[in-house]
């Protein structure tokens, strides 16, 4: 099935599809032996923002209960964007169950999380599918939905692995997914940055997972469809760790560049550095 015939059209600039399905398993598993690894006063460890490693665990769940269609349940309020009732929505769940003990919250997760990578497993990768604010796609693609909601499982995760004083899971197939997810938001960010049409930007993350992103200023957006031809006009080297951060905004566009070695147009560097995958 096509994506024109779900109600998508025009989507290529996306680049080529990818399959987060098989993921959600390995990443719940991972999960859950975090959680039992976890000492008592681990829950109470600042994981997000002002969110503990407890909150962090509970939204997750409310994630999960959301894909599964019986998560909380609240309206706009009048006026309200998209991205205040969504983070209002997030912390109403989260006080709901603040009170809920780690055993029957891990008990929770592993039920729900086990019916979600089931569901997942055999979801339509063509069908339309919940819009991808930073990707400038609604409806989105389901393969760029599904994987988008891989990525912030495994970015919830990191949170609470950091918040227990442990490093970034290195586990290269996730992290792959996760970056080669994070990237298409690439032709968004350069929606307002000018360019002559067929010049290219490259962003390479280096190390286990990484890749290399490159997007072409074409008639009327930048693409992640069009061959790497030539020499880019710019080109931004980091290491994948710098790359997940900057999209989730755990470092700044500023602190990323100062990482970062740029080669060609810096104007032009400068503006795929400010790359964002999360409502923001």
Do not use: K
């Not at 780690?102 to 063509?126: E, H, N, Q, Y």
Request: aromatic letters at 6%; hydrophobic letters at 45%.
């Amino acid at each position: 099935m096509s994506p024109e015939s779900n109600g998508l059209s025009g989507t290529s600039w996306l680049g080529d599809p990818i399959d987060a399905r098989a993921l959600f398993g390995p990443e719940l598993r991972s999960l859950l032996g975090t959680l039992r690894a976890l000492t008592a006063s681990d829950w109470s460890r600042t994981a997000a923002g002002h969110w503990t490693v407890h909150a962090v665990a509970v939204h997750l769940l409310g994630d999960y209960y959301g894909r599964l269609g019986h998560g909380h349940r609240s309206e706009f309020a009048v006026g309200e964007t998209v991205e205040a009732f969504i983070h209002r929505t997030n912390q109403e769940w989260v006080d709901l169950h603040a009170d809920d003990s780690p055993a029957s919250l891990m008990d929770a997760l592993a039920a729900a999380g086990t019916r979600l990578a089931r569901r997942f497993a055999t979801a339509d990768l063509d069908a339309a599918a919940l819009g991808v604010s930073w990707a400038g796609v609604d409806p989105a693609p389901a393969w760029l939905d599904i994987a988008r909601e891989f990525t912030e499982h495994w970015t919830h995760r990191q949170q609470i692995r950091h918040a227990a004083g442990h490093a970034t899971d290195p586990e290269p197939r996730a992290l792959a997914m996760v970056l080669d997810t994070f990237m298409r938001a690439l032709p968004h960010t350069l929606r307002t940055t000018s360019a002559p049409v067929g010049a290219q930007v490259q962003v390479i993350a280096e190390g286990p997972g990484g890749g290399t992103w490159t997007a072409t200023a074409v008639a009327d957006r930048w693409s992640l469809a069009e061959a790497p031809s030539g020499r880019p006009a710019a080109a931004v080297l980091l290491d994948t760790e710098t790359v997940w951060r900057l999209s989730t905004r755990t470092i700044d566009p500023a602190d990323a560049l100062s990482r970062a070695h740029v080669q060609g147009d810096r104007r032009l560097a400068e503006a795929a550095c400010q790359i964002v995958a999360i409502v923001y």
